[in-house]
């Protein structure tokens, strides 16, 4: 982790250009006056011909900006950045290496907001994304109907990119607006379907943002916990294959209680139905997925794109309790999956698991039952035995088909 530099100096002013570049408020235009060095993109710096500071442009890569910063340490500094520097911008950058008293922000109007104010909509409930840098199937983790969404892009994740993701997941009827080159002579802002954009060929300004509105059946995304058994890929038949029932997937998450921030453990991820739920609707943890079957691997890799997990989901391969020497300390764990070696890895996951984390672990066989009674032993753990049966036609009559019974054990473990 890099250390908070020791800042000598006065605070660092960073100045938020807004989308008239120029347009700035009384604090933020003396702060650029008095500054004697100024770092900003070359555009921004331009716009400032009659400032006397010392104008630097930002380096390239930007992780050279902590020494440029301590090159300068001690003089009166002013970066420029894009509309508000704390939002997806250089201020997440710069609270890296410097604590928030060393720094004074002035914010201006974002791309986005100029955006919602061209299409005349409020945007308070709107759901902010970045797609800058970011795979477009981390957008599919958030898309529901009937929804307003603000995306920021990059060249890769176009509006024509967007257009297709949505008409691929059953939004083809939704808006769009693309807002290019915002307070710049060349602005345009347009509208558009989904089905309409995903077929055209046109070109856009990389300077671009996009709002929009889904419309449409959807129904290939999940928008609420519980995947249907046949959206995931098996290589079987739907609903088939080494997969946790949603019955029993639903249990297992309600009982590892997923948190924001906390790392977890699929062990014996199989084709990922319990770490794909887990990493969708906890998208501020991280999962990492332990398989090392390589079909399975295959079949959860195309999971993992499938639900748009690809931030949050990371897939292990390789053989458990071996490959878990490397991973994070966990604050849950799932063992679904211990090709024989069930005791092993209850011991060696029980060690490694945080205080007060939770370990969740099922079991089917009769061999297995009995060693996790051996592990829990006089300790007060929670058991709960599933049963299920599903309906089938049998001769032109419904009969309910039972599964094999699954036990599951919570053991949390001491603070």
Request: charged share 20%; glycine share 10%.
């Amino acid at each position: 982790m890099t250390m908070l530099l020791d800042w000598p100096g006065s605070p660092i002013h960073v100045v938020g250009m807004g989308i008239e570049i120029g347009a700035l408020s009384p604090t933020a235009r003396a702060a650029l006056e008095q500054a004697e060095c100024i770092i900003g993109a070359t555009a921004h710096l331009a716009a400032f011909p009659t400032v006397t500071g010392e104008k630097i442009p930002y380096p390239s890569p930007m992780s050279g900006l902590r020494n440029l910063l301590c090159a300068h340490a001690g003089q009166r500094i002013a970066l420029l950045a894009s509309g508000d520097p704390l939002f997806y911008g250089i201020g997440q950058t710069l609270l890296r290496d410097l604590s928030p008293e060393h720094l004074v922000f002035h914010p201006n109007v974002s791309s986005l907001q100029a955006a919602f104010a061209r299409l005349g909509r409020p945007w308070q409930q709107a759901r902010l994304l970045s797609l800058h840098g970011r795979p477009l199937a981390t957008l599919r983790t958030a898309l529901q109907g009937g929804q307003l969404y603000a995306l920021l892009t990059d060249r890769e994740n176009s509006p024509i990119a967007i257009a297709r993701l949505l008409v691929d997941a059953g939004f083809g009827e939704s808006a769009l607006w693309v807002a290019e080159n915002l307070g710049m002579p060349g602005e345009r802002f347009r509208a558009f379907q989904a089905t309409e954009l995903a077929a055209a060929t046109m070109e856009f300004s990389p300077l671009n943002v996009v709002i929009v509105e889904t419309h449409g059946p959807g129904g290939v995304l999940p928008e609420f916990p519980g995947i249907p058994d046949e959206r995931f890929s098996t290589g079987a038949e739907p609903g088939k294959g080494l997969l946790s029932k949603r019955e029993v997937r639903l249990t297992i998450l309600s009982l590892l209680a997923p948190r924001a921030g906390e790392v977890g453990w699929d062990v014996g991820a199989g084709c990922g139905g319990v770490s794909v739920e887990w990493a969708r609707w906890n998208a501020l943890g991280d999962v990492y997925a332990i398989e090392c079957h390589p079909d399975r691997l295959e079949h959860l890799g195309i999971n993992r794109e499938r639900f748009g997990v690809v931030a949050n989901l990371h897939i292990v391969s390789g053989r458990a309790p071996a490959v878990l020497v490397d991973l994070p300390d966990p604050a849950a764990v799932f063992i679904g999956g211990s090709s024989g070696s069930l005791r092993e890895m209850l011991d060696t996951v029980w060690t490694r698991l945080l205080p007060g984390g939770r370990l969740v672990a099922s079991a089917v066989t009769e061999d297995s039952r009995v060693e996790l009674h051996s592990f829990v032993g006089d300790r007060e753990a929670e058991w709960t035995e599933l049963s299920i049966a599903r309906s089938e036609r049998l001769a032109g009559q419904r009969v309910m088909r039972p599964y094999l019974p699954v036990l599951l054990m919570k053991l949390e473990k001491p603070r």
